[in-house]
């Protein structure tokens, strides 16, 4: 339904239908504000229905929560609700629990909550103890490193510049100038001297061509260009490289420049394994010595890389905004500050660092979901908005949701013009404030939409310029929202917006306003998404009221630049356009709604990829929740209890009766169910497999139902859940970290001709049932050996603590992209293929060292074999 249609009053209908099953029906909107409305406005008419209706905010304590999600409507944010939902995945009582079953929901601007917000995972971190960054340590250098590089730039862009004015330019002077762009260009492709030369479509051409020339041969000579330069940074896939004349900048020495660079891990292994000279236990420090080596450097790599990105592509005020000492994240789609949202795989922290402000410590996730999988928990989902037609394709093959659409009550008779283009920037904005002059003489209201907090700034300082008021509504003035938007309308109000799309608030109509033409949209830039357009331009012409919209457009425009201005440049080349001349047919826009497909195809590959992914993860989520939920909610665990022994049992028998070894199988079991089982050599033969794993189970069985009898029931029951709740927890904190270690290197295998994808899938597999088998042997070590107290002791027992909020932060990460087949993750160069070590507390007993016990094995060979134990 278009924008000013009635989404919200649409939305009782199907809520009060669902609502009549008594399972509790969810309304998802993007924000506190809307969803506080939406619940009082509409809850009128519930009530008066006779049902009830709750409303979850961001500050509300688990009781009111459990509150509100036991109405038979419940109105919040996405976040919200995938927060509530990790969070009761993580409670150590079935009476902390705050969610009931996901029946039915509809996500108001489905598009904004179910394709744009795709992309970054919700996640639950902890603090990481004595976790060490070196972002500050490493940031002045890198700070010098990209000085060294602007000066470089700066040479040669007036080098350029120089050539370029000339009026007969000879062929090697051409070729000066073209090389000299190349190499500006993949040094700092944002620099603003570059991005002034590239406004001249003559140039920008000249630099395809110069990359052309070097690209041939699978850019053989390539290196030419880059050679010259400290690092290199690749714009469209957010890449950054660390050049040799880059090493020898930050390490003048070669013993500290080695420290920039990888060893060659997969040839240094084969040389330690074929040296005669070494011992097998001196091979295994070797290699123990190098993986320490190489998780080292790639560490360094990694901040450097991170640091580099921070300088070379992330911009303040554009980006991120610096409040109170702290880096916050702008929502590329809303202009909105996305508080506690940070950047993944430390660039948040290499921003900080950047901005010279305190950098925030590592965390370790606990508990994270996409907004995709948590929505498709859902037994029935449905959404609406004003914009989902574009990516109906997109809606049908991830959530099996088919898009329809709804005629306007009225005919929208909104004048759409087309968009005006100019060379650059400058022009452009010259040209904006002259419209915006014209229609306040016409005491036309105005709202001019911006895709970032500097644009905005920007035209509201020329605005002051000239003496006219405005409001100015972005990431920095939120506070003053609801009131910017009610007098937007008024006659001659100039109102600039960052990104107004999703805000939900209807811009009504002064008098007279509607008799001078309505409100008219300025655009400043046009988004990367067609979506963010039409939700600007769907704020003016409501319900058939008149108004008109139109987009200024520069070469120099971030999507104009990287995805579509080649054609059009050459347009305007021939068309000889000069200064302050802009060009304005449909040819052009469409060329430019071309530009927007692109990104919107790629935007989509990444989501479509990014959930590939995590239905890995997903799966086994599903898998240890319910696992979890089976142990907070039943009242004896003691059947799955016996299934582990079962199993374990199995396992045990399995190793020990391979090798023949009757003593250590006996230690084993004594050591795990404090059992004693007197087995000679011979009958261990003689019973065989199963004949062992019989005897071993009967007799563990045993033990255990003497000890229920000895403790009781219902201590036994407490005991049980006590076990399972704490260790799965433990173990699965530990397996996300593993498995977020696996995905960070993942894409290198593309390097070895194999598909990430598949090898992430299976290495995953693996790692889960090691973690399963895990799970169970703690599990079962666990209650065996705590009836080894005293009965007084054992009164004691408490269920476990509950997770202290306070230690725990909540955020919707904003995502490296998953690669693809062929080429590394977003934000990773070739340099980190590595997992992050995990953090030990405490000496580590190598697996060479002799064991403990003193009985003189190795400690591989001896206690190395058991699992560690969860709790002791």
């Known amino acids: 339904m278009a924008t000013g249609e009635g989404k919200t009053l649409v939305a009782t209908l199907p809520l009060y239908l669902n609502a009549l099953a008594g399972k509790g029906v969810h309304l998802i909107t993007v924000n506190d504000y809307l969803a506080k409305r939406d619940s009082e406005w509409m809850g009128q008419v519930f009530k008066y229905l006779g049902l009830t209706v709750g409303v979850i905010l961001n500050d509300m304590d688990p009781n009111k929560r459990r509150e509100m999600y036991n109405c038979d409507i419940t109105y919040g944010t996405n976040n919200e609700f995938g927060f509530d939902y990790l969070r009761d995945n993580m409670v150590v009582d079935k009476d902390f629990l705050v969610q009931r079953e996901h029946y039915y929901a509809i996500v108001d601007e489905v598009d904004s909550v179910l394709i744009d917000e795709a992309r970054t995972p919700l996640i639950i971190s902890g603090p990481v103890e004595a976790a060490k960054h070196k972002y500050d340590e490493l940031n002045p250098r890198i700070k010098r490193l990209v000085e060294a590089q602007k000066n470089l730039v700066n040479k040669m862009t007036a080098e350029a510049e120089t050539i370029l004015a000339k009026e007969n330019i000879s062929d090697e002077d051409m070729a000066k100038a073209g090389m000299a762009l190349l190499r500006s260009y993949h040094a700092l492709p944002k620099h603003n001297k570059l991005q002034k030369l590239l406004s001249d479509p003559g140039n920008k051409k000249l630099l395809l061509a110069t990359e052309a020339e070097y690209m041939r041969d699978k850019s053989k000579n390539m290196h030419i260009v880059d050679d010259e330069l400290y690092f290199l940074i690749e714009e469209k896939s957010h890449v950054t490289d660390l050049t040799e004349k880059g090493r020898e900048f930050l390490a003048p020495s070669q013993e500290e420049r080695d420290f920039f660079t990888l ?47 921070a300088y070379g592509l992330y911009d303040k005020d554009v980006d991120y905004v610096v409040q109170d000492g702290k880096v916050m994240i702008v929502d590329e789609f809303t202009g909105r500050i996305l508080s506690g949202r940070r950047y993944s795989e430390g660039l948040h922290q290499a921003i900080e660092a950047k901005e010279n402000v305190h950098v925030e410590k590592d965390t370790q996730t606990l508990a994270t979901i996409t907004l995709q999988n948590y929505f498709r928990l859902y037994k029935k989902l449905a959404g609406m908005t004003g914009t989902a037609e574009t990516e109906a394709a997109e809606f049908f093959d991830i959530y099996k949701l088919d898009v329809n659409v709804i005629p306007t009550n009225k005919e929208c008779i909104r004048n759409d013009m087309n968009d005006f283009i100019y060379k650059t920037k400058r022009e452009k904005y010259n040209a904006v404030i002259d419209e915006i002059v014209e229609m306040r003489n016409q005491r036309r209201p105005v709202l001019v939409g911006t895709t970032t907090v500097e644009v905005s700034e920007t035209i509201s300082r020329l605005l002051k310029r000239k003496n006219i008021p405005h409001e100015v509504l972005n990431a920095k003035q939120h506070a003053r929202e609801a009131q910017i938007v009610e007098n937007a309308g008024l006659p001659g109000a100039i109102t600039i917006a960052t990104n107004m799309a999703g805000r939900g608030t209807d811009i009504k109509l002064g008098p007279g306003v509607a008799e001078a033409g309505g409100l008219h949209i300025i655009g400043t830039e046009r988004h990367e998404s067609r979506r963010i357009d039409r939700q600007l331009r769907g704020r003016a012409g409501r319900q058939g009221d008149p108004g008109a919209s139109k987009f200024y457009l520069s070469l120099e425009d971030e999507l104009m630049r990287l995805f579509g201005s080649e054609r059009i440049a050459n347009v305007m080349q021939r068309l000889g356009i000069e200064e302050g001349e802009a060009i304005e047919h449909k040819m052009i826009t469409n060329s430019v709604e071309r530009a927007q497909k692109k990104v919107e195809e790629n935007n989509f590959a990444i989501r479509k990829r990014l959930l590939e992914y995590d239905n890995v993860m997903n799966q086994q989520r599903e898998v240890i929740y319910s696992k979890r939920r089976q142990a907070l909610m039943g009242e004896r665990l003691k059947d799955e209890i016996f299934e582990m022994v079962d199993k374990s049992v199995e396992n045990t028998v399995n190793k020990y009766y391979e090798e023949g070894d009757v003593d250590g199988l006996i230690e084993e079991i004594q050591r795990t169910y404090l059992v004693r089982i007197n087995v000679t050599p011979e009958e261990f033969q003689k019973l065989g497999e199963s004949g062992l794993k019989e005897l071993i189970i009967n007799e563990a069985k045993a033990y255990y139902n003497r000890k229920e009898e000895k403790y009781g029931t219902e201590l036994m029951g407490k005991i049980e859940r006590f076990a399972t709740l704490s260790i799965i927890d433990e173990k699965w904190k530990e397996h996300l970290r593993e498995m977020d270690d696996l995905k960070e290197g993942i894409n290198f295998r593309a390097y070895g001709q194999k598909d990430p994808l598949l090898e992430y899938k299976s290495d995953g597999f693996k790692l889960f049932v090691e973690m399963l088998d895990s799970l169970s042997d703690n599990i079962i070590k666990f209650i065996f050996k705590f009836t080894s107290q005293a009965p007084e002791e054992a009164q004691n027992v408490r269920t476990p603590t509950q997770v202290n909020p306070s230690r725990l932060r909540t955020y919707h990460e904003s995502s490296a992209g998953m690669g693809y087949v062929g080429g590394p993750q977003e934000g990773q160069g070739q340099d980190q293929n590595v997992k992050q070590q995990p953090v030990h507390v405490g000496d580590k007993i190598g697996r060479n060292d002799p064991c403990y016990c003193g009985s003189g094995k190795k400690f591989k060979n001896c206690h190395g074999r058991q699992s560690k134990e969860a709790i002791k």
């Open 263 to 309: 060893p060659d891990f997969g040839s240094e292994i084969v040389s330690i394994d074929n040296n005669p000279d070494l011992s097998a236990e001196e091979k295994e420090l070797k290699k123990d010595e190098l993986s320490k080596n190489y998780a080292e450097r790639s560490d360094v790599l990694h901040t450097v890389q991170q640091l580099l990105k």
